[in-house]
């Protein structure tokens, strides 16, 4: 499976940005699907996953409640709805999908990783 990150962008504070992941090469309907992200110096964070059916989601702390991760396994597409978003969202948000599908906010249980896309929140 590839994956594919996109949507980033420079917001303000307060704004709003949708990421896509996008997978290829097989379906991934069975995937579990989680976005993390890193700044500079930093280890890379969970934000948000999702399990195979997309029944159950799981969100970091500090996005829950203007974050939500939704997926459209017919377009093997999973998105990133971020509102409100906050200088301290700036990083480099990455996708990454588990073929067991479980969802975890746990980076060893993802096997594919796709090139992350750049989100900036200035004040």
């Known amino acids: 499976v590839q994956l594919q990150a996109y949507g980033g962008g420079l917001v303000q504070a307060g704004g709003y940005l949708r990421l896509s992941c996008a997978a290829s090469?097989?379906?991934?309907?069975?995937?579990?699907v989680g976005w993390f992200r890193q700044t500079p110096g930093k280890e890379r964070e969970f934000v948000a996953a999702i399990n195979w059916s997309g029944g159950s989601t799981y969100y970091a702390d500090s996005v829950k409640g203007r974050f939500t991760i939704s997926r459209n396994n017919a377009k093997n597409t999973v998105l990133l709805q971020m509102n409100s978003l906050k200088p301290e969202d700036t990083a480099v948000y990455y996708c990454?999908?588990?073929?067991?599908?479980?969802?975890?906010?746990?980076?060893?249980?993802?096997?594919?990783w796709g090139h992350g896309t750049q989100v900036t929140v200035s004040s």
């Open positions: 090469g097989r379906t991934w309907v069975n995937y579990a």
């Open positions: 990454a999908a588990d073929r067991l599908g479980r969802g975890s906010s746990s980076l060893s249980v993802y096997e594919f």
